[in-house]
Nanobody
Framework: VHLVESGGGLVQAGGSLRLSCAAS????????MGWDRQAPGKQREMVAT????????NYADSVKGRFTITRDNAKNTLYLQMNSLKPEDTAVYYC????????????WGQGTQVTVSS
């Protein structure tokens, strides 16, 4: 499974960005996808997940009501719409995919930088 993110950038606080993640390869072998972020000096955080099949979604408390995760199955693309961005959302955002055999998010993209200025 190969994951490629795009859509990061610099935005002012209160602004919006949409991240995209194009998946290729054995995408039928994954059962969930998500967005994980890593900020300097902070612990990694899974901000949103999308469960295949049922389409259930989950969000970290820090982004609930501001971020929305969606998936276009026809395009094998995962999105993260980020609204009302805050400086604390600044991080490298990674697209991740879960391997049902391990139960872990074993597949990672290269990451895309999101910077929110105050």
């Amino acid at each position: 499974v190969h994951l490629v993110e795009s859509g990061g950038g610099l935005v002012q606080a209160g602004g919006s960005l949409r991240l995209s993640c194009a998946a290729s390869g054995s995408t039928s072998s994954i059962d969930a996808m998500g967005w994980d972020r890593q900020a300097p000096g902070k612990q990694r955080e899974m901000v949103a997940t999308f469960i295949s099949g049922g389409g259930n979604t989950n969000y970290a408390d820090s982004v609930k009501g501001r971020f929305t995760i969606t998936r276009d199955n026809a395009k094998n693309t995962l999105y993260l719409q980020m609204n009302s961005l805050k400086p604390e959302d600044t991080a490298v955002y990674y697209c991740v995919a879960r391997n049902p055999l391990s139960g872990e998010f074993d597949y990672w993209g290269q990451g895309t930088q999101v910077t929110v200025s105050s």
